[in-house]
DNA sequence: GCGATCACGTA
DNA sequence: GACGTACGTGATCGAA
Protein backbone atom coordinates (compact mmCIF):
# COMPACT_ATOMS: atom_id res chain seq x y z
CA UNK A 1 0.00 0.00 0.00
CA UNK A 2 1.36 3.49 -0.72
CA UNK A 3 0.08 7.02 -0.35
CA UNK A 4 1.63 9.91 -1.80
CA UNK A 5 1.81 13.45 0.27
CA UNK A 6 2.35 16.20 -2.19
CA UNK A 7 2.26 20.29 -1.89
CA UNK A 8 -1.03 20.63 -3.25
CA UNK A 9 -4.33 19.01 -4.73
CA UNK A 10 -3.46 19.90 -8.05
CA UNK A 11 -2.03 16.95 -9.35
CA UNK A 12 0.16 18.98 -12.12
CA UNK A 13 1.75 21.61 -9.91
CA UNK A 14 2.01 19.13 -6.99
CA UNK A 15 5.40 18.58 -5.83
CA UNK A 16 6.00 15.15 -3.85
CA UNK A 17 6.85 15.58 -0.11
CA UNK A 18 6.97 11.99 1.00
CA UNK A 19 5.23 8.56 0.23
CA UNK A 20 4.04 6.50 2.69
CA UNK A 21 4.04 2.24 2.67
CA UNK A 22 2.59 -0.06 4.87
CA UNK A 23 2.72 -4.05 3.68
CA UNK A 24 0.83 -5.46 6.79
CA UNK A 25 -2.07 -4.10 9.02
CA UNK A 26 -0.39 -2.09 11.89
CA UNK A 27 3.51 -1.62 9.86
CA UNK A 28 4.46 0.98 7.68
CA UNK A 29 7.31 3.47 6.93
CA UNK A 30 7.52 6.81 5.98
CA UNK A 31 9.89 8.07 3.05
CA UNK A 32 10.68 11.67 2.85
CA UNK A 33 11.25 13.74 -0.69
CA UNK A 34 14.02 16.23 -0.91
CA UNK A 35 12.68 20.03 -2.22
CA UNK A 36 15.28 19.75 -5.26
CA UNK A 37 13.91 18.10 -8.15
CA UNK A 38 17.16 16.66 -9.37
CA UNK A 39 17.37 14.96 -5.81
CA UNK A 40 13.55 14.03 -5.74
CA UNK A 41 13.83 12.35 -9.66
CA UNK A 42 17.18 10.24 -8.09
CA UNK A 43 14.91 8.98 -5.38
CA UNK A 44 11.61 8.27 -7.28
CA UNK A 45 14.08 6.37 -9.68
CA UNK A 46 15.20 3.86 -6.86
CA UNK A 47 11.07 3.15 -6.22
CA UNK A 48 10.46 2.77 -10.24
CA UNK A 49 10.94 -0.65 -9.92
CA UNK A 50 8.09 -0.91 -7.28
CA UNK A 51 5.65 0.73 -9.02
CA UNK A 52 6.20 -0.65 -12.56
CA UNK A 53 5.99 -4.12 -11.17
CA UNK A 54 3.30 -5.83 -12.52
CA UNK A 55 2.94 -8.36 -9.83
CA UNK A 56 3.30 -6.32 -6.85
CA UNK A 57 -0.28 -5.36 -5.98
CA UNK A 58 -0.86 -1.78 -5.29
CA UNK A 59 -3.96 -0.49 -2.55
CA UNK A 60 -4.80 2.99 -2.00
CA UNK A 61 -6.88 5.70 -1.15
CA UNK A 62 -8.24 7.45 -4.46
CA UNK A 63 -4.83 6.06 -6.74
CA UNK A 64 -6.17 8.59 -9.48
CA UNK A 65 -4.54 10.88 -7.81
CA UNK A 66 -1.20 9.47 -7.00
CA UNK A 67 -1.22 7.95 -10.06
CA UNK A 68 -1.04 11.26 -11.88
CA UNK A 69 1.41 12.83 -9.35
CA UNK A 70 4.13 9.72 -9.97
CA UNK A 71 3.36 10.81 -14.05
CA UNK A 72 4.60 13.70 -13.51
CA UNK A 73 7.84 12.27 -12.50
CA UNK A 74 7.24 9.43 -15.77
CA UNK A 75 6.39 6.98 -13.23
CA UNK A 76 3.89 4.78 -14.19
CA UNK A 77 1.69 2.83 -11.80
CA UNK A 78 1.28 -1.06 -12.99
CA UNK A 79 -0.06 -4.50 -11.57
CA UNK A 80 -3.10 -5.04 -10.23
CA UNK A 81 -4.83 -1.71 -8.17
CA UNK A 82 -7.32 -1.52 -5.20
CA UNK A 83 -9.16 1.70 -4.17
CA UNK A 84 -10.66 1.72 -0.74
CA UNK A 85 -12.79 4.64 -2.36
CA UNK A 86 -13.99 2.93 -5.61
CA UNK A 87 -14.69 0.09 -3.53
CA UNK A 88 -16.80 1.64 -0.78
CA UNK A 89 -18.36 3.41 -4.08
CA UNK A 90 -19.82 0.32 -4.87
CA UNK A 91 -20.61 -0.93 -1.44
CA UNK A 92 -22.72 2.13 -0.98
CA UNK A 93 -23.15 5.25 -3.55
CA UNK A 94 -25.21 7.51 -1.27
CA UNK A 95 -22.43 7.84 1.46
CA UNK A 96 -19.28 9.75 1.39
CA UNK A 97 -16.08 7.97 0.35
CA UNK A 98 -13.29 10.36 2.58
CA UNK A 99 -10.85 8.34 4.53
CA UNK A 100 -12.00 9.84 7.86
CA UNK A 101 -15.85 8.75 7.32
CA UNK A 102 -14.57 5.49 6.21
CA UNK A 103 -12.22 4.74 9.25
CA UNK A 104 -14.69 5.84 11.84
CA UNK A 105 -17.63 4.11 10.04
CA UNK A 106 -15.51 0.90 9.70
CA UNK A 107 -12.85 0.70 12.13
CA UNK A 108 -14.45 2.92 14.72
CA UNK A 109 -11.31 5.41 15.00
CA UNK A 110 -10.77 8.76 13.98
CA UNK A 111 -7.06 9.68 12.07
CA UNK A 112 -5.10 12.57 12.31
CA UNK A 113 -7.20 15.10 10.37
CA UNK A 114 -5.56 16.91 7.45
CA UNK A 115 -6.75 20.46 9.28
CA UNK A 116 -4.41 19.03 12.97
CA UNK A 117 -2.15 19.14 10.22
CA UNK A 118 -1.93 22.51 8.03
CA UNK A 119 -4.51 24.45 9.17
CA UNK A 120 -8.10 25.21 7.91
CA UNK A 121 -8.17 25.92 4.08
CA UNK A 122 -6.89 29.21 3.29
CA UNK A 123 -4.44 32.05 3.11
CA UNK A 124 -2.89 31.04 6.54
CA UNK A 125 -2.93 26.97 5.53
CA UNK A 126 0.87 25.67 5.77
CA UNK A 127 2.08 23.21 2.92
CA UNK A 128 3.00 19.93 3.49
CA UNK A 129 6.40 20.91 3.40
CA UNK A 130 6.38 22.79 6.68
CA UNK A 131 4.78 20.07 8.62
CA UNK A 132 7.68 18.82 11.28
CA UNK A 133 8.82 15.48 9.67
CA UNK A 134 7.85 13.60 13.06
CA UNK A 135 4.35 14.84 12.71
CA UNK A 136 3.63 14.10 8.98
CA UNK A 137 5.31 10.66 9.23
CA UNK A 138 2.60 9.98 11.90
CA UNK A 139 0.04 11.00 10.06
CA UNK A 140 1.07 9.55 6.36
CA UNK A 141 1.96 5.77 8.29
CA UNK A 142 -1.38 6.28 10.19
CA UNK A 143 -2.94 6.77 6.58
CA UNK A 144 -1.51 4.51 4.91
CA UNK A 145 -2.17 1.64 7.63
CA UNK A 146 -5.63 2.93 7.52
CA UNK A 147 -5.98 2.03 4.06
CA UNK A 148 -5.20 -1.35 4.30
CA UNK A 149 -6.92 -2.04 7.02
CA UNK A 150 -10.28 -0.70 5.47
CA UNK A 151 -8.98 -2.83 2.29
CA UNK A 152 -9.47 -6.23 4.38
CA UNK A 153 -12.66 -4.81 5.04
CA UNK A 154 -14.08 -4.21 1.87
CA UNK A 155 -12.47 -6.92 -0.37
CA UNK A 156 -15.28 -9.09 1.45
CA UNK A 157 -17.88 -6.64 1.29
CA UNK A 158 -17.06 -6.12 -2.52
CA UNK A 159 -18.02 -10.38 -2.89
CA UNK A 160 -21.33 -9.93 -0.70
CA UNK A 161 -22.59 -6.84 -2.54
CA UNK A 162 -21.92 -8.93 -6.08
CA UNK A 163 -20.23 -6.00 -6.77
CA UNK A 164 -16.62 -7.78 -7.42
CA UNK A 165 -16.81 -8.06 -11.33
CA UNK A 166 -17.93 -4.41 -11.48
CA UNK A 167 -14.87 -3.32 -9.33
CA UNK A 168 -12.52 -5.34 -10.93
CA UNK A 169 -13.38 -5.02 -14.87
CA UNK A 170 -15.02 -1.55 -14.49
CA UNK A 171 -14.47 1.04 -12.03
CA UNK A 172 -10.35 0.13 -11.44
CA UNK A 173 -9.52 0.09 -15.47
CA UNK A 174 -11.51 3.29 -15.61
CA UNK A 175 -9.42 5.08 -12.90
CA UNK A 176 -6.67 4.57 -15.38
CA UNK A 177 -8.57 5.82 -18.29
CA UNK A 178 -9.46 9.07 -16.43
CA UNK A 179 -5.84 9.54 -14.83
CA UNK A 180 -5.08 9.55 -18.77
CA UNK A 181 -7.53 11.59 -20.12
CA UNK A 182 -7.04 14.28 -17.27
CA UNK A 183 -3.56 14.30 -17.72
CA UNK A 184 -3.82 14.89 -21.36
CA UNK A 185 -6.25 17.90 -21.08
CA UNK A 186 -8.05 20.01 -23.87
CA UNK A 187 -6.44 22.64 -25.69
CA UNK A 188 -8.91 26.20 -25.59
CA UNK A 189 -8.91 29.34 -27.46
CA UNK A 190 -8.68 31.81 -25.21
CA UNK A 191 -8.53 34.62 -27.94
CA UNK A 192 -11.69 33.41 -29.11
CA UNK A 193 -13.36 33.63 -25.57
CA UNK A 194 -11.95 37.34 -24.96
CA UNK A 195 -13.58 38.39 -28.12
CA UNK A 196 -16.60 36.76 -26.37
CA UNK A 197 -16.53 38.04 -23.70
CA UNK A 198 -16.32 41.85 -24.67
CA UNK A 199 -19.31 41.23 -26.97
CA UNK A 200 -21.04 40.13 -23.87
CA UNK A 201 -20.19 42.67 -21.77
CA UNK A 202 -22.25 45.47 -23.91
CA UNK A 203 -24.66 43.46 -24.57
CA UNK A 204 -25.14 42.68 -20.53
CA UNK A 205 -23.90 46.81 -20.28
CA UNK A 206 -27.22 47.32 -22.33
CA UNK A 207 -29.64 45.62 -20.98
CA UNK A 208 -28.65 46.75 -17.54
CA UNK A 209 -29.52 50.37 -18.10
CA UNK A 210 -32.81 49.33 -19.85
CA UNK A 211 -33.60 47.21 -16.74
CA UNK A 212 -32.83 50.62 -14.26
CA UNK A 213 -35.21 52.75 -16.50
CA UNK A 214 -38.20 50.24 -16.46
CA UNK A 215 -37.44 50.15 -12.52
CA UNK A 216 -36.98 53.73 -11.56
CA UNK A 217 -34.04 52.87 -10.29
CA UNK A 218 -30.66 51.33 -10.33
CA UNK A 219 -30.06 48.21 -8.06
CA UNK A 220 -28.01 45.13 -8.26
CA UNK A 221 -30.01 42.62 -10.96
CA UNK A 222 -28.15 39.58 -9.97
CA UNK A 223 -29.34 39.87 -6.50
CA UNK A 224 -32.55 37.58 -6.35
CA UNK A 225 -33.38 39.47 -2.88
CA UNK A 226 -33.16 42.94 -4.23
CA UNK A 227 -35.19 41.82 -7.85
CA UNK A 228 -38.14 40.63 -5.95
CA UNK A 229 -38.34 43.73 -3.70
CA UNK A 230 -38.74 45.63 -7.14
CA UNK A 231 -40.65 43.43 -9.23
CA UNK A 232 -43.19 42.58 -6.19
CA UNK A 233 -43.10 45.10 -3.71
CA UNK A 234 -42.26 48.03 -6.15
CA UNK A 235 -43.56 47.61 -9.67
CA UNK A 236 -46.37 44.65 -7.85
CA UNK A 237 -46.10 42.82 -11.40
CA UNK A 238 -48.72 39.70 -9.68
CA UNK A 239 -50.87 39.64 -6.58
CA UNK A 240 -49.26 37.09 -4.89
CA UNK A 241 -45.95 35.97 -5.89
CA UNK A 242 -44.63 33.05 -5.63
CA UNK A 243 -41.71 32.64 -2.29
CA UNK A 244 -39.38 30.47 -1.93
CA UNK A 245 -38.93 28.24 1.57
CA UNK A 246 -36.80 30.68 3.00
CA UNK A 247 -39.38 33.35 2.40
CA UNK A 248 -38.05 35.36 0.00
CA UNK A 249 -39.95 36.14 -3.46
CA UNK A 250 -38.98 33.90 -6.02
CA UNK A 251 -37.17 35.14 -9.40
CA UNK A 252 -36.66 31.73 -10.77
CA UNK A 253 -36.61 31.32 -14.53
CA UNK A 254 -39.68 29.53 -14.46
CA UNK A 255 -41.60 31.91 -12.30
CA UNK A 256 -40.39 34.88 -14.26
CA UNK A 257 -41.02 33.08 -17.85
CA UNK A 258 -44.82 33.38 -16.74
CA UNK A 259 -44.81 37.23 -16.71
CA UNK A 260 -42.46 37.61 -19.58
CA UNK A 261 -44.90 38.18 -22.29
CA UNK A 262 -46.89 41.30 -20.14
CA UNK A 263 -43.68 42.86 -19.20
CA UNK A 264 -40.55 43.89 -20.62
CA UNK A 265 -38.95 44.25 -18.24
CA UNK A 266 -38.73 40.18 -17.50
CA UNK A 267 -37.95 39.56 -20.84
CA UNK A 268 -34.46 41.89 -20.09
CA UNK A 269 -33.69 40.38 -16.50
CA UNK A 270 -34.10 36.23 -17.79
CA UNK A 271 -32.11 37.92 -21.09
CA UNK A 272 -29.82 39.50 -18.25
CA UNK A 273 -29.74 36.55 -16.32
CA UNK A 274 -28.46 33.86 -19.39
CA UNK A 275 -25.54 36.44 -20.49
CA UNK A 276 -24.10 37.14 -16.97
CA UNK A 277 -24.47 33.36 -16.63
CA UNK A 278 -22.70 32.55 -19.70
CA UNK A 279 -19.93 35.29 -19.15
CA UNK A 280 -19.27 34.77 -15.52
CA UNK A 281 -19.36 31.00 -15.21
CA UNK A 282 -17.63 30.48 -19.06
CA UNK A 283 -16.30 32.73 -20.97
CA UNK A 284 -14.46 34.31 -18.25
CA UNK A 285 -13.87 31.77 -16.10
CA UNK A 286 -11.97 29.15 -18.36
CA UNK A 287 -9.31 30.81 -19.27
CA UNK A 288 -7.84 31.26 -16.27
CA UNK A 289 -8.43 27.15 -15.84
CA UNK A 290 -5.93 26.54 -18.27
CA UNK A 291 -2.83 25.31 -17.00
CA UNK A 292 0.24 27.25 -17.88
CA UNK A 293 2.35 24.37 -17.55
CA UNK A 294 0.77 22.43 -20.55
CA UNK A 295 -1.21 25.76 -21.76
CA UNK A 296 -4.36 23.08 -21.94
CA UNK A 297 -7.63 22.95 -19.59
CA UNK A 298 -8.03 19.62 -17.27
CA UNK A 299 -10.88 18.83 -15.38
CA UNK A 300 -10.77 16.28 -12.68
CA UNK A 301 -13.61 13.45 -13.17
CA UNK A 302 -15.30 12.39 -10.07
CA UNK A 303 -15.41 8.64 -10.01
CA UNK A 304 -17.41 8.22 -6.80
CA UNK A 305 -19.91 11.28 -6.56
CA UNK A 306 -23.19 10.55 -8.61
CA UNK A 307 -25.46 7.76 -6.99
CA UNK A 308 -26.24 6.46 -10.27
CA UNK A 309 -22.87 5.16 -11.22
CA UNK A 310 -22.45 8.34 -13.60
CA UNK A 311 -19.20 10.35 -13.65
CA UNK A 312 -19.06 13.98 -12.67
CA UNK A 313 -16.78 16.48 -13.66
CA UNK A 314 -14.70 19.45 -12.07
CA UNK A 315 -12.44 22.56 -12.25
CA UNK A 316 -13.63 22.92 -14.68
CA UNK A 317 -16.95 21.20 -15.18
CA UNK A 318 -16.48 20.45 -18.25
CA UNK A 319 -20.09 18.04 -18.70
CA UNK A 320 -22.05 21.38 -18.32
CA UNK A 321 -20.69 23.44 -21.58
CA UNK A 322 -23.74 25.50 -23.08
CA UNK A 323 -25.27 23.50 -25.94
CA UNK A 324 -29.20 24.73 -25.66
CA UNK A 325 -28.98 28.81 -27.31
CA UNK A 326 -27.19 30.38 -29.68
CA UNK A 327 -25.36 32.38 -27.18
CA UNK A 328 -24.10 29.63 -24.98
CA UNK A 329 -23.13 27.25 -28.19
CA UNK A 330 -20.30 29.77 -28.48
CA UNK A 331 -18.36 28.78 -25.78
CA UNK A 332 -18.31 25.71 -27.79
CA UNK A 333 -15.89 26.94 -30.34
CA UNK A 334 -13.33 27.87 -27.85
CA UNK A 335 -12.57 24.09 -27.45
CA UNK A 336 -10.32 23.34 -30.38
CA UNK A 337 -7.51 20.40 -31.45
CA UNK A 338 -4.00 20.54 -30.44
CA UNK A 339 -2.62 21.81 -33.22
CA UNK A 340 -3.21 21.91 -37.14
CA UNK A 341 -2.36 18.23 -37.51
CA UNK A 342 -5.74 17.28 -35.21
CA UNK A 343 -9.19 17.44 -35.81
CA UNK A 344 -11.83 16.69 -33.03
CA UNK A 345 -14.39 13.75 -33.00
CA UNK A 346 -17.30 13.85 -30.92
CA UNK A 347 -19.21 10.49 -30.55
CA UNK A 348 -22.37 9.95 -28.92
CA UNK A 349 -25.09 7.47 -28.31
CA UNK A 350 -28.63 8.54 -29.82
CA UNK A 351 -31.43 7.88 -26.94
CA UNK A 352 -28.99 5.39 -24.82
CA UNK A 353 -31.27 5.51 -21.58
CA UNK A 354 -34.77 4.97 -23.69
CA UNK A 355 -32.87 2.08 -25.42
CA UNK A 356 -32.22 0.71 -22.30
CA UNK A 357 -35.62 1.05 -20.72
CA UNK A 358 -37.10 -0.45 -23.72
CA UNK A 359 -34.69 -3.11 -23.65
CA UNK A 360 -35.04 -3.71 -20.23
CA UNK A 361 -38.85 -3.94 -19.64
CA UNK A 362 -39.03 -6.00 -22.71
CA UNK A 363 -41.42 -3.26 -24.61
CA UNK A 364 -41.84 -5.09 -28.13
CA UNK A 365 -43.42 -1.67 -29.74
CA UNK A 366 -40.67 0.40 -28.68
CA UNK A 367 -37.78 -2.32 -29.11
CA UNK A 368 -38.92 -2.68 -33.01
CA UNK A 369 -38.68 1.08 -33.37
CA UNK A 370 -35.52 1.12 -32.38
CA UNK A 371 -34.79 -1.85 -34.72
CA UNK A 372 -36.47 -0.29 -37.71
CA UNK A 373 -33.97 3.06 -36.81
CA UNK A 374 -37.11 5.63 -36.50
CA UNK A 375 -37.74 8.58 -35.39
CA UNK A 376 -38.23 7.24 -31.66
CA UNK A 377 -39.92 10.35 -30.50
CA UNK A 378 -42.10 10.68 -33.38
CA UNK A 379 -43.07 6.72 -33.51
CA UNK A 380 -44.07 7.37 -29.86
CA UNK A 381 -46.54 10.58 -31.05
CA UNK A 382 -48.01 8.75 -34.09
CA UNK A 383 -48.55 6.26 -31.41
CA UNK A 384 -50.22 7.80 -29.00
CA UNK A 385 -52.01 10.38 -30.81
CA UNK A 386 -52.81 7.63 -33.04
CA UNK A 387 -51.34 9.17 -36.64
CA UNK A 388 -49.60 7.88 -39.25
CA UNK A 389 -46.02 8.83 -38.04
CA UNK A 390 -45.18 10.80 -41.37
CA UNK A 391 -48.18 13.06 -40.39
CA UNK A 392 -46.96 14.28 -36.90
CA UNK A 393 -46.96 17.43 -36.01
CA UNK A 394 -44.15 19.01 -34.43
CA UNK A 395 -46.35 19.68 -31.21
CA UNK A 396 -47.34 16.31 -31.38
CA UNK A 397 -43.74 15.23 -31.32
CA UNK A 398 -42.10 17.32 -28.65
CA UNK A 399 -45.24 16.51 -26.18
CA UNK A 400 -44.00 12.71 -26.88
CA UNK A 401 -40.53 13.44 -26.42
CA UNK A 402 -41.70 15.69 -23.14
CA UNK A 403 -43.44 11.89 -22.03
CA UNK A 404 -40.34 9.83 -23.07
CA UNK A 405 -38.03 11.72 -20.77
CA UNK A 406 -40.44 12.25 -18.09
CA UNK A 407 -41.10 7.97 -18.26
CA UNK A 408 -37.15 8.07 -17.09
CA UNK A 409 -37.55 10.32 -14.25
CA UNK A 410 -41.31 8.87 -12.96
CA UNK A 411 -42.57 12.07 -14.30
CA UNK A 412 -46.28 12.88 -12.86
CA UNK A 413 -49.08 14.52 -14.50
CA UNK A 414 -48.60 18.01 -13.03
CA UNK A 415 -44.99 17.90 -13.98
CA UNK A 416 -46.09 17.25 -17.28
CA UNK A 417 -48.44 19.74 -17.62
CA UNK A 418 -45.99 22.30 -16.22
CA UNK A 419 -43.25 21.18 -18.98
CA UNK A 420 -45.85 21.42 -21.64
CA UNK A 421 -48.86 23.62 -23.12
CA UNK A 422 -50.92 20.88 -22.04
CA UNK A 423 -53.81 21.00 -18.89
CA UNK A 424 -53.20 18.38 -15.81
CA UNK A 425 -56.20 16.67 -17.39
CA UNK A 426 -54.82 15.95 -20.86
CA UNK A 427 -51.59 15.65 -19.26
CA UNK A 428 -53.05 12.49 -17.14
CA UNK A 429 -54.44 11.19 -20.47
CA UNK A 430 -51.27 11.54 -22.38
CA UNK A 431 -49.75 9.79 -19.86
CA UNK A 432 -52.76 7.39 -19.46
CA UNK A 433 -52.63 6.41 -23.29
CA UNK A 434 -48.66 6.32 -23.58
CA UNK A 435 -48.77 3.31 -20.93
CA UNK A 436 -51.85 2.06 -23.08
CA UNK A 437 -49.12 2.34 -25.59
CA UNK A 438 -46.32 0.60 -24.21
CA UNK A 439 -47.84 -1.49 -21.17
CA UNK A 440 -44.37 -3.42 -20.68
CA UNK A 441 -42.93 0.26 -19.71
CA UNK A 442 -45.47 0.52 -16.88
CA UNK A 443 -44.89 -2.95 -15.63
CA UNK A 444 -41.26 -2.86 -15.85
CA UNK A 445 -41.57 0.43 -13.42
CA UNK A 446 -43.68 -1.34 -11.24
CA UNK A 447 -41.21 -4.50 -11.26
CA UNK A 448 -38.82 -1.69 -10.28
CA UNK A 449 -40.71 -0.51 -7.09
CA UNK A 450 -41.47 -3.70 -6.09
CA UNK A 451 -37.63 -4.93 -6.24
CA UNK A 452 -36.76 -2.34 -4.25
CA UNK A 453 -38.98 -2.96 -1.73
CA UNK A 454 -38.22 -6.61 -1.43
CA UNK A 455 -34.37 -5.81 -1.44
CA UNK A 456 -33.99 -2.36 -0.62
CA UNK A 457 -32.16 -1.66 -3.35
CA UNK A 458 -32.12 -1.64 -7.31
CA UNK A 459 -29.32 -2.80 -9.96
CA UNK A 460 -28.07 -1.62 -13.14
CA UNK A 461 -27.65 -3.97 -16.40
CA UNK A 462 -23.67 -4.60 -14.44
CA UNK A 463 -25.02 -5.05 -10.96
CA UNK A 464 -24.19 -1.74 -9.86
CA UNK A 465 -26.53 -1.19 -6.82
CA UNK A 466 -28.36 1.74 -5.28
CA UNK A 467 -29.79 1.50 -2.04
CA UNK A 468 -33.40 3.14 -1.33
CA UNK A 469 -34.00 3.30 2.28
CA UNK A 470 -36.59 5.68 2.15
CA UNK A 471 -38.75 3.19 -0.39
CA UNK A 472 -41.00 2.20 2.70
CA UNK A 473 -41.28 5.55 3.85
CA UNK A 474 -44.53 6.37 5.46
CA UNK A 475 -43.94 10.05 4.28
CA UNK A 476 -45.18 9.94 0.62
CA UNK A 477 -43.48 12.90 -0.14
CA UNK A 478 -40.38 10.57 0.72
CA UNK A 479 -41.76 7.70 -0.27
CA UNK A 480 -42.37 9.23 -3.95
CA UNK A 481 -38.66 10.33 -4.48
CA UNK A 482 -37.72 6.93 -3.65
CA UNK A 483 -40.29 5.55 -6.37
CA UNK A 484 -38.68 8.04 -8.74
CA UNK A 485 -34.63 6.64 -7.89
CA UNK A 486 -36.17 3.13 -7.92
CA UNK A 487 -36.97 3.78 -11.75
CA UNK A 488 -34.15 6.14 -13.01
CA UNK A 489 -31.20 4.81 -11.25
CA UNK A 490 -31.02 1.54 -13.34
CA UNK A 491 -31.52 3.36 -16.98
CA UNK A 492 -29.32 6.54 -16.05
CA UNK A 493 -26.62 3.78 -14.11
CA UNK A 494 -26.59 1.07 -16.87
CA UNK A 495 -25.97 3.61 -19.37
CA UNK A 496 -23.38 4.55 -17.03
CA UNK A 497 -22.14 1.39 -17.34
CA UNK A 498 -22.34 1.15 -20.84
CA UNK A 499 -20.21 3.85 -21.63
CA UNK A 500 -17.43 3.47 -19.28
CA UNK A 501 -17.07 -0.55 -20.76
CA UNK A 502 -16.39 1.20 -24.13
CA UNK A 503 -14.07 3.75 -22.61
CA UNK A 504 -11.95 1.35 -21.80
CA UNK A 505 -12.09 -0.84 -24.85
CA UNK A 506 -11.40 2.23 -26.40
CA UNK A 507 -8.41 3.66 -24.60
CA UNK A 508 -6.93 -0.10 -24.48
CA UNK A 509 -7.24 -0.05 -28.16
CA UNK A 510 -5.87 3.13 -28.77
CA UNK A 511 -2.75 2.41 -26.35
CA UNK A 512 -1.85 -1.10 -28.01
CA UNK A 513 -2.09 0.43 -31.72
CA UNK A 514 0.08 3.20 -31.10
CA UNK A 515 -2.04 6.03 -31.55
CA UNK A 516 -1.68 9.52 -31.63
CA UNK A 517 -5.13 9.91 -30.76
CA UNK A 518 -6.31 10.69 -27.46
CA UNK A 519 -9.80 10.34 -25.80
CA UNK A 520 -10.42 13.82 -24.15
CA UNK A 521 -13.78 13.88 -22.32
CA UNK A 522 -16.44 11.84 -21.42
CA UNK A 523 -20.29 13.96 -21.20
CA UNK A 524 -22.41 10.71 -20.01
CA UNK A 525 -23.34 9.84 -23.33
CA UNK A 526 -20.71 11.26 -25.28
CA UNK A 527 -16.73 11.36 -26.05
CA UNK A 528 -14.47 13.30 -27.31
CA UNK A 529 -11.24 12.84 -29.26
CA UNK A 530 -8.40 14.66 -30.22
CA UNK A 531 -7.67 12.55 -33.30
CA UNK A 532 -4.77 12.98 -35.21
CA UNK A 533 -5.80 13.62 -38.79
CA UNK A 534 -3.71 10.61 -40.75
CA UNK A 535 -5.51 8.28 -38.11
CA UNK A 536 -9.27 9.45 -38.45
CA UNK A 537 -10.62 6.65 -40.33
CA UNK A 538 -9.84 4.23 -38.35
CA UNK A 539 -10.76 5.71 -35.11
CA UNK A 540 -13.74 6.70 -36.52
CA UNK A 541 -14.39 2.83 -37.38
CA UNK A 542 -13.05 1.98 -33.62
CA UNK A 543 -15.04 4.14 -31.76
CA UNK A 544 -18.37 3.24 -33.11
CA UNK A 545 -17.43 -0.51 -33.07
CA UNK A 546 -16.78 -0.35 -29.36
CA UNK A 547 -19.57 1.91 -28.55
CA UNK A 548 -21.97 0.35 -30.19
CA UNK A 549 -21.15 -3.26 -28.64
CA UNK A 550 -19.57 -2.34 -25.45
CA UNK A 551 -22.78 -4.50 -23.61
CA UNK A 552 -25.38 -6.48 -25.85
CA UNK A 553 -29.05 -5.47 -25.51
CA UNK A 554 -32.19 -6.88 -27.42
CA UNK A 555 -32.01 -3.08 -28.42
CA UNK A 556 -29.03 -1.56 -31.10
CA UNK A 557 -26.81 0.93 -29.84
CA UNK A 558 -26.72 3.89 -32.04
CA UNK A 559 -23.59 6.04 -31.99
CA UNK A 560 -23.38 8.96 -34.47
CA UNK A 561 -20.05 10.28 -34.87
CA UNK A 562 -18.81 13.86 -35.52
CA UNK A 563 -15.47 15.98 -36.92
CA UNK A 564 -14.67 19.47 -36.69
CA UNK A 565 -11.77 22.22 -36.07
CA UNK A 566 -13.84 23.05 -32.59
CA UNK A 567 -16.31 21.19 -30.30
CA UNK A 568 -19.22 23.03 -31.49
CA UNK A 569 -18.58 21.38 -34.80
CA UNK A 570 -17.59 18.20 -34.16
CA UNK A 571 -21.26 17.80 -32.31
C1' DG B 1 -13.39 34.17 4.74
C1' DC B 2 -17.22 30.71 5.11
C1' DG B 3 -21.58 28.46 4.27
C1' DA B 4 -26.33 28.68 2.84
C1' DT B 5 -29.31 30.08 -0.72
C1' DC B 6 -30.62 31.02 -5.23
C1' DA B 7 -30.21 30.56 -9.95
C1' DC B 8 -28.76 28.05 -14.01
C1' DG B 9 -25.54 25.34 -17.21
C1' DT B 10 -25.32 20.05 -18.94
C1' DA B 11 -27.00 14.88 -19.79
C1' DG C 1 -50.08 18.90 -0.79
C1' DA C 2 -46.19 18.14 -3.44
C1' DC C 3 -45.35 17.37 -7.72
C1' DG C 4 -39.10 14.45 -12.93
C1' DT C 5 -33.29 12.15 -12.40
C1' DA C 6 -28.10 13.20 -11.88
C1' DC C 7 -24.52 16.84 -11.18
C1' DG C 8 -21.03 21.75 -10.41
C1' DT C 9 -20.27 26.77 -10.34
C1' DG C 10 -20.94 31.69 -9.53
C1' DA C 11 -23.06 35.65 -7.12
C1' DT C 12 -25.05 37.38 -3.09
C1' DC C 13 -25.55 37.92 1.67
C1' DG C 14 -25.57 37.13 6.57
C1' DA C 15 -23.01 35.62 10.41
C1' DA C 16 -18.59 34.95 12.17
Request: glycine share 4%.
Amino acid sequence: MFDTETTGLNPLTAELVGIAFSWEVGKGFYLPFPENKTEAQELIEQLRPFFESESIEKVGQNLKYDIKVLAKYNVEVKGKLFDTMLAHYLINPDMRHNMDVLAETYLNYTPISITELIGKKGKNQLSMRDVPLEKLTEYAVEDADVTLQLKEHFKNELGEANTQKLFDEIEIPLLRVLAAMELEGINLDKDFLNGLSEQLDKDIKALESKIYAEAGEEFNIASPKQLGIILFEKLKLVDKPKKTKSGQYSTAEDVLSYLAKDHEIIKNIIEFRGLSKLKSTYVDALPNQVEEITGRVHTDYMQTVAATGRLSSNNPNLQNIPIRTERGRQVRKAFIPRSEEYTLLAADYSQIELRIIAALSKEETMIEAFKNGEDIHASTASKVFNVPIEEVTREQRSNAKTVNFGIIYGVSAFGLSNQTNLSRAESKELIDTYYATYPKLRSFIHEQVDFARDNGYVQTVLGRRRYLKDINSRNAVVRGAAERNAVNAPIQGSAADIIKIAMINIYNKLQEGNFKTKMLLQVHDELVFDVYKPELENVKTLVKTEMESAFKLEVPLDVDLDTGDNWLEAH
